[in-house]
């Protein structure tokens, strides 16, 4: 695309990011930062446009679709996204993208979602509920109070 060798495109790129005119996304993926941004340059980041990118058939799943739909009101510090997939846990810029690998039988119920100015697959709510309760672990489990215990012989008034 530059008309250049793949040694300059990738030393071009290499100072691009240490000027801050780019910041790695991942292996080969970059995202541009708008001068606009201001000395510090610091980029809009959309993480849910970020991880649609890190496998080939995906949706956002569990706390993270829970989240998009507003059944929960923390907001995750995961992105949760499930996939047929075998993926390993990924960072981009601070955000750590999890990926729940699902058989081919229990990969459906979603379905696209504008999120900001972009479309990404996303759990139907009914189904990112179902993820939820079969996933357990990647939503936090459910509270439960604690139970108060008496000892023998001890008295209350």
Aim: proline fraction near 7%.
């Amino acid at each position: 695309m530059l008309g250049c060798s793949y040694a300059y495109a990738r030393k071009l790129i290499h100072q691009l990011v240490t000027k801050r005119w780019l910041a790695r996304g991942g292996p080969g993926k970059y995202q541009l930062i708008p001068a606009d941004r201001g000395l510090l340059a610091i980029p809009d980041m959309n993480p849910l446009l970020a991880g649609s990118v890190l496998v080939a058939s995906y949706y956002y799943a569990t706390v993270t679709a829970n989240h998009f739909h507003g059944l929960s009101t923390p907001v995750p510090a995961t992105v949760y996204l499930a996939t047929p997939q075998a993926k390993v846990l990924t960072e981009i810029r601070g955000i750590e993208y999890r990926c729940v690998t699902l058989p081919p039988n229990k990969f459906f119920g979603y379905q696209k979602a504008r999120v900001y100015t972009t479309d990404v697959m996303m759990a139907e709510p009914e189904k990112a509920v179902v993820d939820s309760l079969d996933k357990m672990a990647y939503v936090g489990g459910i509270a439960s109070t604690p139970r108060l215990s008496y000892s023998q012989g001890t008295t209350f008034t």
